[in-house]
């Protein structure tokens, strides 16, 4: 308020809240900048940096650097293939699976790291004195996470009408060919009276669980990096010295492995948006195992002998 002294704001004691929600520190225009966006820019400052660092000294005879970092490509690419059992499916997304790990992996440790948060100014509103940091990590505000979950569900479906096909990509959701049945087997197949329209319910669960994809990626990693950071202001409040480090090194492994599930997780998104489940589909209508045509072959060769 404009009627507190600077007497007042010098004795006032300065509290270090965190909200769930990134704070503001300017705006241009109508857009909010917060600290969680210029976290954000630093990480990517930080990983051109990075790669144009590496690009210099690419040799054919590899550095220290080149061979550590090619140590750990090899290594990413193998744990891709892992998911994927295509080495093919995991060139195509490789490039975008390990730019999320690395920018999500920066982003959580650099809200770990000392000093950074210190840095900001406090801010007076209604009587009551509050610190806002300057710096929190990208991946504690919802509005981040959010966007990668929904980036990584769009991009699989738009990687899956690449490798399959639109239309098979829409009827995994809209099972028009399921309803189709109806009518062209319905002769032949009594049963698909019953059976086609569980599928395209099916494929409409299919549909909600895209959503429900995008929730689970992104509250997730929200949820476990927030956590921590609550759990670090709590033990620097309790006891400032020697106390919080422990809890700052189990941080740094959280957020190693935060990193880790949401891109492996993405890998698994978009390895199934690449599965063309039409060549699974059962030969038969009543052979559930899809073993159905080589049990018809085998009784028409029984039959000619």
Not at 51 to 78: D, V, Y
Request: include cysteine; hydrophobic fraction near 50%.
């Amino acid at each position: 308020m404009a009627n507190i002294t600077t007497e007042q704001h010098n004795t006032e004691h300065v509290n270090h809240e965190v909200t769930i929600y990134a704070e503001p520190i300017f705006s241009v225009g109508n857009f909010q900048i917060t600290n969680s966006l210029i976290t954000s820019w630093l990480a990517l400052i930080i990983i051109f940096a990075l790669a144009l660092t590496i690009r210099r000294k690419m040799k054919k005879i590899p550095g220290k650097l080149q061979h550590f970092f090619e140590i750990i490509m090899n290594g990413a690419i193998s744990l891709c293939d892992q998911v994927t059992n295509d080495r093919k499916i995991s060139v195509k997304i490789f490039p975008l699976i390990f730019s999320l790990f690395l920018f999500i992996l920066i982003s959580n440790w650099l809200g770990l790291v000392p000093g950074l948060g210190a840095l900001g100014f406090t801010l007076y509103e209604a009587g009551h004195a509050s610190f806002v940091p300057l710096f929190r990590s990208g991946t504690a505000d919802i509005n981040t996470t959010l966007a990668f979950g929904l980036m990584v569900v769009i991009a699989s479906n738009f990687f899956g009408v690449i490798t399959v096909g639109a239309w098979k990509t829409f009827n995994k959701y809209v099972n028009l060919k399921a309803l189709g049945s109806m009518v062209t087997k319905v002769r032949k197949d009594p049963g698909v009276i019953i059976v086609a329209p569980i599928t395209f319910f099916v494929g409409l669960l299919e549909l909600i669980g895209e959503m429900a994809k995008v929730a689970s990626l992104s509250f997730r990693l929200f949820g476990n990096v927030f956590a921590g950071e609550v759990l670090l202001v709590s033990m620097s409040a309790l006891f400032a010295y020697l106390v919080p480090a422990p809890f700052l090194f189990l941080e740094v492994f959280v957020g190693l492995i935060q990193a880790l599930i949401f891109s492996l997780l993405a890998a698994v998104y978009f390895t199934i948006a690449a599965q063309d489940h039409d060549e699974h589909e059962p030969a038969h209508p009543h052979d559930v195992s899809g073993t159905g045509g080589e049990h018809e072959h085998h009784d028409k060769e029984v039959a000619h002998a």
